[in-house]
């Protein structure tokens, strides 16, 4: 990962923030394009302390204002990405928008909301990024999305979020196949367990299931293994964090556990 740069939607805080690091700790530049640029009343950290984070790690940060639905904004963000950093070899679409209604309770503005940001969002940024990424060393796309099976019951719980972030994985299935001969790699990760995130804590299930829950750095080590595989033998896969570990012969999965005595709770789209 030493001097390779890897461009993060929405990675000011959580998992994206952790993977982030997790590059920064091998000699990545690391970019991070978020929204947050001033302290949140409930949600910790910014895209400047995530920088600051990622430098004492051992990266080069590179903290940008972005709103991944501006066209704009991701266009400005990956041309002073190149400008500063010469490329870009990694994308990692994390930014994403989450609520867990059914269709009589979604208002169309929070459906808007998710389509707009999880599925226009990662389209847009991939479509950026990959004339960079084509010309870069051992390019990956890696999005945080689910497999793509499609159970009734995640359509029936919530179908405006299932749509979503099913939308994203359609994103990883068609730019696999279209850039293969490219060498682009195009995965999803998608975690076993719930992470302890703001998500999991603000739109979930509170403190009780951030307790049963795991921390985000399992997913930032299931990324760092995803991304670390060769570009040209590893795309248009759906992988789950825990399954990444084992092959990489990781037993101990107790020290991911936020409290080891207690069970974990599996994440959506889990059998």
Same mark, same amino acid.
């Given at each position: 990962?030493?001097?390779?740069?890897? #461009?993060?939607?929405?990675?000011?805080?959580?998992?994206?923030?952790?993977?982030?690091?997790?590059?920064?700790?091998?000699?990545?530049?690391?970019?991070?394009?978020?929204?947050?640029?001033? +302290?949140?009343?409930?949600?910790?950290?910014?895209?400047?302390? !995530?920088? !600051?984070?990622?430098?004492?790690?051992?990266?080069? !940060?590179?903290?940008? %204002?972005? @709103?991944?639905?501006?066209?704009? *904004? %991701?266009?400005?963000?990956? @041309?002073?990405?190149?400008?500063? #950093?010469?490329?870009?070899?990694?994308?990692?679409?994390?930014?994403?928008?989450?609520?867990?209604?059914?269709?009589?309770?979604?208002?169309?503005?929070?459906? @808007?909301? *998710?389509?707009?940001?999880?599925?226009?969002?990662?389209?847009?940024?991939?479509?950026?990024?990959?004339?960079?990424?084509?010309?870069?060393?051992?390019?990956?796309?890696?999005?945080?999305?689910?497999?793509?099976?499609?159970? +009734?019951?995640? #359509?029936?719980?919530?179908?405006?979020?299932?749509?979503?972030?099913?939308?994203?994985? *359609?994103? %990883?299935?068609?730019?696999?196949?279209? =850039?293969?001969?490219?060498?682009?790699?195009?995965? !999803?990760?998608? +975690?076993?367990?719930?992470?302890?995130?703001?998500?999991?804590?603000?739109?979930?299930?509170?403190?009780?299931? *951030?307790?049963?829950?795991?921390?985000?750095?399992?997913?930032?080590?299931?990324?760092?293994?995803i991304l670390s595989r060769d570009s040209s033998q590893c795309s248009?896969? =759906? #992988?789950?964090?825990?399954?990444?570990?084992?092959?990489?012969?990781?037993?101990?999965?107790?020290?991911?556990?936020?409290?080891?005595?207690?069970?974990?709770?599996? @994440?959506? =789209?889990?059998?």
């Amino acid at each position: 990962m030493k001097n390779k740069t890897a #461009f993060i939607s929405g990675g000011s805080r959580g998992i994206g923030k952790a993977i982030a690091i997790k590059l920064a700790e091998h000699g990545a530049n690391v970019v991070i394009a978020a929204k947050t640029a001033d +302290p949140h009343p409930k949600l910790e950290g910014t895209i400047y302390t !995530a920088a !600051a984070e990622i430098e004492k790690a051992g990266g080069k !940060a590179l903290p940008l %204002v972005v @709103d991944i639905r501006s066209e704009e *904004m %991701v266009q400005s963000a990956i @041309d002073e990405t190149v400008k500063k #950093f010469g490329g870009i070899d990694i994308l990692v679409n994390n930014a994403s928008a989450i609520s867990l209604t059914n269709t009589l309770y979604t208002p169309m503005k929070k459906y @808007d909301l *998710m389509h707009s940001i999880n599925v226009r969002g990662t389209y847009m940024v991939s479509k950026y990024c990959i004339p960079h990424l084509i010309k870069g060393n051992n390019p990956h796309i890696l999005t945080l999305s689910p497999p793509l099976k499609l159970k +009734p019951e995640w #359509f029936g719980a919530h179908l405006a979020y299932t749509m979503s972030k099913y939308g994203m994985s *359609m994103t %990883v299935l068609g730019l696999a196949e279209e =850039f293969r001969k490219k060498n682009v790699a195009a995965n !999803a990760l998608w +975690p076993q367990t719930a992470i302890a995130t703001a998500a999991v804590k603000f739109a979930l299930g509170g403190d009780a299931m *951030m307790q049963q829950s795991r921390t985000v750095q399992i997913m930032a080590d299931a990324a760092f293994a995803i991304l670390s595989r060769d570009s040209s033998q590893c795309s248009g896969n =759906f #992988f789950i964090d825990e399954e990444v570990l084992r092959a990489e012969g990781v037993t101990d999965f107790d020290q991911y556990a936020v409290n080891s005595s207690l069970p974990l709770i599996k @994440d959506l =789209f889990i059998e």
